[in-house]
């Protein structure tokens, strides 16, 4: 505000003096006398002020008219001049703006017309660098990978350009599949800009993609050397490099590197299970029990895991299940509240066979946590207890559903993996692999138990006895049947499904066995002329086909009471052929099989007695 008042303070002092000093000059008589040609010209002193502003005035302007005249010449003669800086800044407006609209239509995706302003843009800019990155966005976005690449290697010729050259073909290259070139661009983009961070990432993923772990645990010193990394990230990824490096080594044969990289990434990352196991069986080949034991239980008061119980096993492997359960106390303690500690102990009772004091080492846990692991030790001790097979596969049911407790998952995608590795091999990711339980829940892939019963409860039945070993119980309401005996093996009907096998259709010789006779279907006082001859007792057979006989000790055939067929006749089975007898009629002939059929006709039934037909002349 007190600004303002001063601009209008000297405001008011300006008009203020111009108004007294024309008041004096209009005070004063004299005036400016200008003789020119003998010709004697008096002003006043206003006119002469006046005249004074027209005679600058009129200089100026013919300052500006020669200006032009020679400005003119100069553009006629070639020279640079203000028209031609005009029309430059007029050209380079209108690149500016073309490359400005192009540059949001590759910001919204329009590739077409991003490509048709990159060529205006072209025309009217001189600086290609501009220009160059526009036209490559543009045919990227355009889906023309051919413009680009040709656009990206014209960049390479320019010093100032040659890094977004080089970066825009490692891009295309990744983008085709081409690792191996994109790794050789990597290594030139990393070179030309080594505190390039997407460049370091994209080294170090290609690097371990490709196996060179040398390479790759460089690009991660140099990152921490830089302060891109945490220090207990570079420690844990650098010992994650040098394991895989080991086994590569290994892998060649130089077991005294390989042995000397693994125990050095044990001791780095204690919680690298696989680092840890490897360096534990170097120790184990060298004969030193003491460091193999030490390295392992100190990996396993940090994260326990099944390997580690492996590895430690192999350092004694003849020895006796009480023996090694008292020698994996030493490492039980180190972190005796973990669940792999509890199953771990179970396991081990369950090779020495407590049972009770498996179940207590296992405790809630097929409640509180049920896995495929606590629900198939349940069902072990289960069996070992003395248990039925059905209580047994109970919980072999359960476990085909369950989940299968910790797995190597990725933690960028949630890709599961039988085994531990460095990069992922589903999204590609490094270092991302944890032993947690993964979040989707498995499908059952049976509806019970039947492939782990064997692991628990010894062989299962051959495959003819498939239909004994799933039959259920029979109901109270049902009349049980006696117990078979048999001391021959089981034996099968060579029949098709749904037909009674008779004793020449079994593929060997049947077993003894004796069954309930069966009423026979009640026959009227018409159909029976005299007294029926009794038939032989036909041998039993098995009641359905594929049947399967107990092995025990043969039983005595019962002997039939002889009876009238009045008073307590004999019961028949009907599907069994009676033997031949000659007090008997003899059989009919099948005149039926001869007989055609024709249309209109019934065809004739197995399990019906077909009628004679009428004789001619009747």
Partial sequence: MLLSLLKILLFFAVILAIALGLNTLSATSEGVRIVVAGQEFTLQPIQTVAALVALVLAGWLVMKILGILWAFIRFVMGDETAINRYFARSRREKGIEALSQGMLAVASGEGRQAQDLAVRAAKYLDDPRAVRLLAAQAAEVAGDTAKAESVYR???????????????????????????????????????????????????????????????RSVLKDKRKQGELPRDVHIRRDAVLALQEARD??????????????????????????????AARTYIEQKDRRNAERLLEKAWSVRPHPDLAEVYAEIVPDETPRQRLRRFEALMKRNP??????????????ADEDFPAARRALGDLAVSHPTTRTLAIMAAIERG???????????????????????????KCDHVMEDWAPVCENCGGFDTL?????????VATSPSGAE?????????????DAVTAGRDVPDAEEVPRPATASSAPSVVADVAPGMVPREADFQAEPSSTFTDPEPAPPRSDAAVSGPVPRPEPAQPVTPAPAAVVSDSKPAP???????????????????????EDDSLPPPREPVRAARLVLDGDMPPRPDVEPVDPPQNGR
């Fill in 154 to 216: 014209e960049m390479l010729e320019d010093d100032r350009t040659r890094f977004v050259g080089v970066r825009g073909l490692m891009k295309q290259k990744l983008a085709n599949g081409d690792t191996q070139t994109a790794l050789a661009l990597a290594q030139k983009a990393y070179a030309l800009k080594p505190r390039h961070v997407e460049v370091q990432n994209t080294l170090l993923e290609l690097s371990a993609k490709e196996g060179d772990w040398k390479g790759a």
């Fill in 249 to 278: 080594v290994l892998a060649h044969g130089n077991s005294i590197s390989a042995r000397e990289a693994a125990i050095s990434a044990a001791k780095a990352s204690p919680d690298l299970i696989p680092a840890v196991a490897m």
């Fill in 337 to 350: 509240n973990d669940e792999e500690t509890r199953l771990l102990n179970a396991e081990l009772l369950l």
């Fill in 385 to 411: 207890e003395g248990g039925s097979d059905a209580a047994v596969r109970a919980w072999l049911v359960k476990a085909m559903s369950a989940s299968r407790g910790p797995q190597w998952v990725c933690d």
């Fill in 434 to 442: 944890t032993w947690r339980e993964p979040a989707h829940k498995r």
């Fill in 452 to 464: 782990l019963l064997p692991l628990l409860v010894g062989p299962g039945p051959r495959a003819e």
């Fill in 557 to 579: 055939r019962p002997a039939h009471k002889p009876a009238s067929f009045a008073s307590d006749a004999e019961l028949v089975r009907p599907d069994v052929e009676p033997p």
